[in-house]
């Protein structure tokens, strides 16, 4: 890791081609985030916080400048050592939940572990684990048509918690929830964040995520605006 | 994981089930097809053989240039010597002189009279040589309708059919009247002392089947017939083991500058078997290649709509760290298991259905009324070893490849648009 941040951006440029010209969706983006950050990137839409969502999650590469993720350089992996990092260290959280509906909650938490090759017994327990931090132990073997919206969000933790990332990437968690549910899913989040060190960065405009958020970066038309600090960071970290 | 994908693959019917059943149906298509197509061949080999051809048939070079015509005036000469010979030489093979003619039977009344007459193909045989294997060959015992097989020379059968087109019934006196091998006319009385049906139409229509040493002597044929025919003793047909043995006989026997010489000739090589045995395997083939091809459509677009359909699943896979290969490989390894389980079902289903067809058969009698050519009147499906593995190769290259072509969509998938994807 570059001088202890997790992950680091440096003149982040992308830009996407459209008709003649281009579209710029990050323009000479500088960040860095340290171990247990529960950070937010606000702004319109358009104004490119999916895009930078996805290049720190190796989903996508820049157009110009670097991005260091754990000490990788996301434009130079392959898409195998990308797949690979997301497996190892990067949780993602959807907007729409996007559980395997044939799958039982269980086995949906399961599934990263059995990319990772866990054995059967550490498998169950780790699960089991993650179950228990989102409160839905008791809803093992039900299937995602049986949850409700905001049990699916929080089987959807549990799948990206249960192999304990460095990093988890939340876009939009909260959309598609009520009030109560999205202050229950936030207040999981905070608590793994805490009792975990698990760096959080969200991809949000829901004034109830923000009221959670430790750093706030504002993006427009690509460019950082504004990069508050708005409580004191797990750790003690600072940017 | 492969439990969790079998899982998956269990639970999801549209993602199993539909998939199974078009491979179910198309392999069990493809192996009653093979049975059927192998049935039909293998019985028109069978009775080709048992009634014509054999599996190697020996005549004069004469007599086999114009074979269709029976010339008895060009039979073989001399075959008792050529039996005792072809016996020693290829002991493998049974070995039978056989007498086809033709004529006009004559049916007398009390007075000598005729009271009725019909033109008759006749067959002699050797009935009552103690090693002849014509009785089991031709399947005489059942055969017989009315009466009973001749015991005594002078005795004949005729065929169901004939006798109740002449009216006539077991124990009447009959007379041949056909033309010695010399061209002069015979005539000989023999006895009906049976009737027989052998469920060939061209057989059964009006036959005549006598003792080959009564129509040696009716026809002033002594030590002379027609042709000798061949059977393997199994009675299974090897085209490369009767080349090989014609090809043996023909060094040794035939000369090219005596047309009476013996010559012998294979099955396939009598009458244009071998270019119907040809388009047999050829439509044989082809049907399965079009069963080949038509699964792999059905099954390429199952897979599109399945991979449409589980668009968010793979999106979300490749978003928690799935590899694009080990996405592309875990489906190929579904159609694999897919394609085994629809193979073995779909063999079961069409080796069931070709056994029933091979025990009851279908009656096409209808049909065959009027053929010349030697099939029987029941078509039979025929179970063979390669029925059991003949639907593997259609099933599993049809999910194989109808997954292979619809799984590259996995390859082209952009992983920088997945947020957006699974947002929608």
Redesign the interface.
């Known amino acids: 890791m570059e001088n202890g941040y997790l992950i680091k951006t440096e003149n982040l440029v992308k830009t996407y081609p459209m008709g003649y010209g281009s579209l710029v969706a990050l323009n000479r983006v500088n960040l860095a985030f340290q171990k247990g950050e529960f950070a937010g990137l606000v702004g319109p839409s358009g104004s490119g916080k ?1 895009t930078l ?2 290049i720190i ?1 190796s ?3 820049p157009t110009e400048g670097s991005t260091m993720v754990l000490g990788e350089k996301i434009e130079s992996l392959s ?2 050592k ?7 260290h ?1 949780g ?1 959280i ?3 939940f ?6 039982t909650v269980f ?1 949906n938490v ?3 572990l ?2 990772l090759g866990m054995p059967a017994e550490e498998r169950k327990n780790t699960v089991m684990k993650a179950l228990e931090w989102v409160h839905l132990a008791d809803r093992a073997k039900s299937k995602p048509a049986q949850l409700s919206g905001g049990e699916s969000q929080r089987v959807a933790i549990a ?1 990206a918690i249960v192999k304990e990332p460095e990093i988890m990437l939340a ?2 968690p909260t959309a598609n929830l009520d009030a109560e549910n999205s202050h229950n899913i936030l207040q999981i989040m905070e608590r793994l964040n805490k009792e975990l060190s698990t760096t959080f960065i969200f991809a949000t405009h829901d004034e109830k995520v923000m009221h959670y958020l430790r750093r706030k970066i504002t993006l427009v038309d690509g460019a950082v605006a504004k990069d508050e600090i708005l409580k004191p960071q797990q750790g003690g970290g600072e940017n | 994981m492969i439990r969790f994908l079998l899982k998956g693959l269990i639970r999801d019917r549209t993602r199993s089930l539909f998939p199974t059943l078009v491979v179910l149906v198309g392999v069990a298509l493809t192996v009653f097809l093979f049975n059927w197509i192998n049935g039909v061949k293998n019985n028109f080999i069978q009775v080709n053989a048992k009634f014509n051809t054999g599996h190697m048939k020996i005549m004069s070079r004469a007599y086999a240039a114009e074979a269709d015509q029976i010339p008895n005036d060009l039979a073989l000469e001399g075959i008792e010597g050529l039996l005792l010979n072809l016996k020693e030489d290829f002991p493998d093979v049974i070995w039978t002189p056989r007498i086809r003619f033709g004529g006009l039977l004559d049916i007398p009344d009390e007075q000598g009279e005729t009271r009725t007459q019909g033109p008759v193909v006749g067959l002699a045989v050797d009935l009552f040589s103690a090693s002849s294997p014509e009785r089991n060959l031709l399947n005489l015992e059942n055969a017989v309708v009315r009466g009973r097989l001749p015991e005594e020379p002078g005795e004949i059968l005729i065929s169901d059919e004939f006798a109740h087109q002449l009216n006539i019934q077991p124990g009447e006196i009959a007379t041949l009247i056909s033309s010695t091998m010399y061209g002069s006319m015979a005539t000989a009385n023999f006895t009906v002392v049976g009737t027989i049906r052998f469920g060939v139409a061209a057989m059964d229509r009006g036959a005549m089947l006598a003792e080959v040493s009564d129509i040696q002597f009716a026809l002033d044929m002594p030590d002379t017939a027609g042709e000798i025919v061949g059977l393997f003793s199994d009675f299974l047909y090897s085209n490369e083991k009767s080349e090989e043995i014609t090809s043996t006989f023909n060094t040794r026997y035939m000369k090219t500058d005596d047309e009476f010489s013996p010559v012998m000739t294979t099955l396939r090589n009598q009458g244009g078997l071998a270019e119907y045995f040809d388009m047999v395997s050829s439509v044989s083939n082809a049907a399965i290649i079009i069963f080949i091809m038509a699964m792999s459509i059905v099954l390429w677009n199952a897979g599109l709509m399945g991979n449409l359909r589980r668009y968010g699943e793979i999106g979300a896979r490749l978003a928690l760290g799935e590899d694009k290969g080990h996405i592309y490989r875990s489906m190929i390894a579904e159609s694999l298991m897919i394609g085994c389980i629809g193979s073995v079902l779909g063999t079961a289903l069409g080796l069931a259905i070709s056994y029933y067809l091979q025990v009851r058969g279908i009656n096409i009698s209808f049909l065959a009324r009027d053929a010349s050519m030697m099939v029987s009147n029941v078509w039979r499906a025929q179970v063979t070893p390669a029925s059991y593995i003949i639907g593997f190769i259609p099933g599993l290259l049809a999910t194989f490849l109808g997954t292979s072509i619809s799984g590259i969509g996995i390859y082209r998938r952009q992983t920088s648009t997945l947020m957006k994807e699974l947002e929608t």
Do not use: S
């Not at chain 1, 996007?98 to 799958?103: G, R």
């Open positions: 999916t969502l996805n999650g989903l996508d590469v898409h195998k990308a797949a690979h990092l997301r497996n190892q990067i993602f959807f907007q729409t996007n559980l395997l509906p044939v799958y086995e399961e599934f990263p059995l990319l799948r876009d939009e």
